[in-house]
RNA sequence: GGGCGCGUAGCUCAGCUGGUUAGAGCGCACGGUUCACAUCCGUGAGGUCGAUGGUUCGAGUCCAUUCGCGCCCACCA
């Protein structure tokens, strides 16, 4: 017999190998084997690499969970389905983990120098490696991991450089000295995209920029910060201000310095902010470096790579840049050129990586031209060729591509993909080559050198779709497995990742990298609060797979989900879920234990009761919801469904049903058992994208008890592992399916009706009752019913009486309505007919304000204006709340005779 | 400055193309050791869907305005 509890801890890991060794994750109809047939569409997804030497996360797991849902679900409907793993090496974030290492072991990467630091970076990307791959293998990810990559892997290596390459040639990357954002702290240039703006308290100064012919007038200039005037270069006022109109052509004294700088007029200064008087410094500001290419500035760095002072800061030269903002500012105050300082907040830039204050900086880096790349980026969207789930990521993503800048993809890094870029030391032109070369292209001189830089990690991700699949070569699976089918990621790296891959697939293949692109939320934590060690709301989606298993998990972030919202995580609902597995467990055991003595078939032909009916129809409303939900990516509403189904309707009424009707014994009892099974099997599938392990685990005992047994048909076509078994496909719905269902609801009513006033009487749980039911049109239904409803109302069998009309109400009795059904309940200890009298008429009264509000409606434009079938819903509901009423007040009239 | 999301029971959230007494989990109250399950079973209390106005026979579900929270993009010192 299967154990109790659902013991996960020993079945994760043994299924997992499992279906790795059977081969169940590779993908049928392999471009590498014989029998391939190319016209079949393949489902394939590229894994979002995850950072190589990175901790699983909560946001690792949802990725993972939806992914490996949707491959599992393509690949049960016998799809051929690729789900392509791999790592990223992470450029920054991996080398700013070996830099901490070698800080904590007293040496720094500049003592190591490059090679041995790279050795370092190496056996550290081998010890922390696989760690991110065995927990994505333990959240039961059916990857096929022979197809693994890795971005530095040497095929990698090579798209990155056909790719950059391409792009040379084609004139799309160039070089050059621009204003870049630089990080002191990680001493290199990063993107736009890896600056973070952070609203700030800080402080707007007020100085004064004296005229230079006339040391006693000055213009007032507000800034941010104040250091950078050691770089000033202008200063600018617009060109119809009044009140600046006599300055305009004139000099003025940088303070301190006393350098000349001209006052200038541009349109770009507004006149009400501040003191309508800009100070300009290109060298260090992206709006001024713009105002300086317009009229021609000089363009000064006042600062270092380290954002210590150049000797053009004079007397500050060699101090820190916020030493140097006070230090200024102080000096400024003594000599009388300050105005004043306000409080202000701002946004202030600061890294992605480290949260440092970024320095906007003159630098020679490599860009793309990437304009070109996103028009078309732009097109196959805006056709559709591109699908965007949730569609409003849409507009962002028009909105980003729209207003794009050249990309900065140079680094001052170690650890990456080298640029593939040579210099001749003697006629000084670059050899830019897909193979190292050994001599300049130009004059054949072997003094060359690489550049040392290498390329930003989200260059080689965006290559990502079809680098891992061979690319530039066209392999096999290049040719059949691209374009890939769904790019599933979080919203947050739509722009760093998603368009690039749009855009470089494009220019590079020719074709979209994939047809459907899903975004899912971040993980918060129970409150939406973003998860952080310093507000100890971190959850260790390691130790909640330790607790409650990783089904639970995958469950609760699956179901939790909605496209593009984030997802608020809290262990209860993990527990609920666990609790769900468990439930799940049981119910399968029920249904194993009752195939060890099946009962015999008599006759020919199926014999169902009302609630296999009901079951089977309910099922198929199942599958054919989530079906629907399936093709709109509503994963989580669909697990919501099965969970509802499985357990408030399989378990807690047919499971409980059919034990009244297999110890009933005979033909009946055959098909339920069969049913039970039928049912079990079809919620198994259902539920394996969702809960693997559990499903998987518990459908191969079923598999082998079925099989063990006279009903062993039913299992004939069943495969080894449910992983590979059939999807259930929706049937048309049966025109028998409402009325089953409806009749099955009545009896569900009349149970429900009964338990309710039992619970208000106190009557003992486990004590018997006899009753009397008045059934009407329904008497023949409720004669088949009788061993179901007294077994789940808890009456005497031996004292229910089914009857279709009564001549009078019996007064001694509790009288109750289901709908069209009465009924009786002969507990004269327990009545109390002030009690009764009550309990009636607030039901009653509650009923005519039923009946009143659909008479109205129905006397309303709505009877005529809204649809035939609405409305006749609303008058049989009406007919029947007018049958139960009328029973109402003649039970209630009995009541008063009484008296 | 532009754009977006959210605001539904005490808490955390579902609610597809508008259809008419609004759902779940947790929590709460009451009652339960029948051999699938106390990680359980039964019963119950509790929201009119942030506010206002509109479209409609009909709105949580569409439109407008508004309040609150959050996010993204953007070169206002």
Redesign the pocket.
Known sequence: MLP??YDFKSVESRLYDFWEKQGYFKPTNDPNLPGHDPKKKPFVISIPPPNVTGVLHLGHVLFVSLEDLMTRHQRMKGVPTLWVPGTDHAGIATQLQVEMKLKAEGTSRDELGRNRFLEEVWEWKEEHGNRIVEQIRRLGASCDWDRERFTLDEGLSRAVREAFVHLYEKGLIYRGPRLINWSPALQTAVS??EV??VEEQGKLYYFKYRLAENPDVFIPV????PETILADTAVAVHPEDERYQDYIGKTVLVPILDREIPVIADEY??????T?A??ITPGHD??DYEIGQRHDLELLSMLDKKAMVTEIGGPYHGQDRFEARKNLWRDMKDAGLVIKEEDYV??VPRAQRGGEIIEPMISTQWFVDIAPLAEKALRVVRDGEIEIIPE?FR??YY??LE?IHDWCISRQLWWGHRIPVWYCDDCLELTVAREDPSACQHCGSKNIHQDPDVLDTWFSSGLWPFSTLGWPDHTPDYEYFFPTTVMETGYDILFFWVARMIMFSLEMTGKIPFETVYLHGLVMD???QKMSKSKHNVIDPLDVMDDMGTDAVRFTMLV?S?PG?NT?L?L??VE?N??FA??VW??G??VI?NLENIPEKIGAGPDWTLADSWIWAKMQGLIRNVD?LFN?H?Y??AG?YIYDFF?GEY??WY??IA?NQIAEGGSRAYYTVETLIKVLDLSLRLLHPFTPFVTEELWQHLRKAVLNSPLMDIAADWPDALMIASWPEPRKRETWEETKVSEFELIQDII?TI??LR??K?IK??KLIPAKLVGGDYTAVLEDQVGSLSSLAFLDPEKVTVIQSLDQIPAGDIALVAGPVEIYLPLSGLVDITEEKQRLSSELLELEG?IN?LQE?LS???AE???QP?VD?EREKLAGYQETASTLQDQLATLEDVE
């Open positions: 109790k509890r736009d995209l973070e703006h507000a800034t941010t910060r200064v507004s006149q009400e902010f501040g309508g800009l100070k992206p709006n701002h946004q409003r507009k962002v909105n980003w207003n129970e409150h939406g939790g909605t919202v608020n809290s209860q609902k609920a666990r609790n468990n439930k049981n119910a055991r029920f234990g629907r709109n509503q989580g509403e919501r357990w378990a807690d499971l409980e034990k429900r338990r309710n619970s208000e106190n749980p486990g039923e509000r409606l309303s434009p709505f204006k809204a649809p609405v819903k």
